[in-house]
């Protein structure tokens, strides 16, 4: 095993495993470790050599937490909406790899590292574990290219279900609404995701890349109109200068219910 502090990387010839490696914050994610999960998926893109990709956090508590509060920027909010953010560029990678990419999710995924699994094209889950996609509870909104991939996966009703509320799933609920493709108890998570990889990788690797390549041009047809993009985004401002966003974030540092106004 060999990597920075904060992204692990495990080659084993035809796959790669990268760990997001902050067990004691739970997988929290930074800006660093984005663009380390950026560096390394190009590096292994233009090798070409490795036919998959497996994506999992360190240790056996969780996936990734979610984004580390202590590292939102003043603008971060608008800078994801539009793409111009270490987020969206890793997750860009991670779609325009060649080759599939498997979360095995060991444990709890919140908030950005739970779209860093979504954004992944097969996601195998541990039993017992929870997903949650809380920026209600914390008076942000999530981008329009992050909820769709919520969209396309589970469907509107689950979707709008997991944003408004905010309200955490368990993962045999996640399987059941298709969140997630397999799950499986702790002690058989790692052999079933490993045998599967090893089953991909036995396939034409022209064939991975082109079937790859149409279920994702099919998810790009539906994009925004001019329109829809200029009112999403001037909502988005609006959201991220508000009174309520600072509430929330100042709530979550302090550990409390945050009072919000609509402000």
Known sequence: MSGAQELLTEDRGSHCTLILNRPEKRNLITPGMLMELNVALNKLREEDRVRCVVIR???????????????????????????????????????????????????HAFGEGLEIA????????????????????????YSYSGMKKFLDLIGPGYTKEMFLTGRPVSSERAYQTGLVNYLMPSEELEGFTY???????????????????????W?????????????????????????????????????????????
Do not use: W
Not at 125 to 130: D, F, I, L, Q, S
Not at 226 to 245: C, F, H, P, W
């Open 219 to 263: 998810q790009k047809s539906r994009e925004l109109s001019a329109e829809d993009e200029k009112v999403i985004r001037e909502m988005t401002l609006e959201v991220q200068n508000s009174g309520d966003y600072k509430e929330g974030q100042k709530a979550f540092a302090e550990k409390r219910k945050p009072e919000f106004k609509g402000e």
């Open 57 to 107: 956090g360190a240790g056996d508590r969780a996936f990734s937490s979610g984004y580390d509060i202590n590292a939102i920027g003043e603008n971060d909010m608008i800078k994801h909406h539009e793409g111009d953010h270490p987020l969206g560029r890793a997750l860009k990678t991670i779609e325009n790899f060649p080759y599939p990419v498997i979360a095995m999710m060991n444990g």
């Open 195 to 217: 045998g599967l990889v090893n089953e991909i990788t036995e396939n034409a690797p022209l064939s991975l890349k082109t079937l790859k390549e149409i279920c994702n041009v």
């Open 118 to 141: 979504v954004t992944c094209d097969i996601r195998i889950a541990v039993e017992g574990c929870r997903f949650g996609m809380p920026p209600a509870k914390l008076g942000v909104v």
